[in-house]
């Protein structure tokens, strides 16, 4: 059979798909562009909640109010502030004749602070996160009667970022509130720029804003005596 001539793609013909093809992938390098432009956009405007450790006046109202339970909001130990004292404001019941480590005479309802002997006289106090319920007790007793190592904080692998926070209604002094998603992580080494003054005082305060699971808060080697940081 003879071979119909006018089947045959013309130099224009092919061409002209060429263009239309290269058109295409134009279009959609530049529409991944945009996306990913957006997509940075968004990862640097995103906003999440968080305390200000500043204004909380620890009304164990994180405890009760939170949509999750148990809350996301935990105790936070500044391992660089606390003293390492014998008898710790926050974790011993401060009514308690003579406090021993028995549950009747600790601070937390939940047992949620372990402490062990580092030496004498020194003692380390841990946050076991899972048995916190944010309720600010340790945090009363410490910021009161002690130096102020333990604040509470939300935990952003917990949280889950409601439109509108049922515990930051509830905050007597709005220390709840929305801040740059970028802020969050461990203990950082340098604090931001654009962390306001209000929240972050210096970098000797040691209080960072977010903090999320598996991060307990920072273990910088401390000499007990002199206060000295380690290497």
């Known amino acids: 059979m003879a071979e119909n001539r006018n089947d045959r793609p013309t130099r224009r013909d092919v061409?002209?798909?060429?263009?239309?093809?290269?058109g295409c992938v134009a279009l959609g390098g530049l529409a991944a562009g945009l996306l990913g432009k957006r997509a940075a956009?968004?990862?640097e405007t995103e906003t999440v909640w968080q305390i200000d450790p500043y204004t909380c006046?620890?009304?164990g109202n994180c405890a009760t109010n939170c949509v999750l339970t148990p809350s996301a909001v935990k105790a936070i130990h500044s391992?660089?502030?606390c003293g390492y004292c014998e008898l710790c404001f926050g974790y011993f019941d401060p009514v308690a004749s003579a406090p021993t480590t028995a549950a009747e005479d600790q601070l937390c309802p939940t047992g949620a602070i372990s402490r062990k002997r580092v030496e004498e006289p020194y003692y380390e106090y841990t946050v076991d996160y899972d048995l916190c319920v944010g309720c600010g007790k340790c945090v009363e007793g410490c910021t009161r009667r002690g130096n102020g190592s333990l604040y509470l904080q939300i935990m952003h692998d917990r949280?889950?970022?409601c439109n509108e926070c049922a515990i930051a209604v509830a905050c007597p002094t709005q220390?709840?509130?929305r801040i740059p998603a970028h802020w969050t992580g461990p203990w950082p080494e340098k604090a931001p720029?654009?962390?306001p003054g209000e929240w972050f005082r210096g970098p000797d305060d040691y209080v960072p804003y977010i903090f999320k699971r598996g991060h307990q808060s920072p273990r910088?080697?401390?000499d007990h005596i002199t206060g000295e940081e380690g290497q």
């Open 79 to 81: 391992y660089p502030i």
């Open 41 to 43: 956009e968004a990862g």
């Open 175 to 177: 220390a709840i509130r």
């Open 220 to 222: 910088r080697d401390v």
């Open 193 to 195: 720029a654009d962390w």
């Open 57 to 59: 006046v620890r009304c």
């Open 15 to 22: 061409l002209g798909r060429g263009a239309r093809v290269a």
């Open 159 to 161: 949280c889950v970022n």
